[in-house]
């Protein structure tokens, strides 16, 4: 196969796409890694008790610390604040 253009010109535009550009795209499946693919893959439908999306400010440290323990850290902290109520009455 011959080598291609590049889809960029020297001014920094993307140039409009051939057809031999388009037969040379592969699937994401084959192109991404596998970590991207597990990040950009379709939700199914979410398990019940279905969560609730909200804003809510968290001082700086508390996000900091739950962000370091890598990804599912929201998980960690809905779980935390699970076991508070467990334990404390938020009215009081």
């Known amino acids: 196969m011959p080598k291609q253009k590049p889809l960029i010109n020297a001014k920094g535009e993307v140039r409009e796409l051939t057809a ?5 795209f ?3 499946r084959k ?8 990040k950009i893959g379709v939700r199914g439908p979410q398990k019940s ?3 609730e999306r909200i804003t809510i400010r968290l001082s700086q440290d508390v996000v900091k610390r ?10 960690r902290v ?3 604040l699970q076991n508070w109520l467990k334990k ?3 009215t009081a």
């Not at 739950?66 to 998980?75: L, M, P, V």
């Open 20 to 24: 031999n550009d388009l037969a040379a």
């Open 26 to 28: 592969r699937p994401a």
């Open 31 to 38: 192109a991404l890694p596998e970590s991207l693919r597990r």
């Open 49 to 51: 008790p279905t969560k």
């Open 66 to 75: 739950f962000r370091a323990t890598g990804e599912g850290w929201q998980t």
């Open 78 to 80: 809905d779980v935390a």
């Open 88 to 90: 404390h009455n938020p």
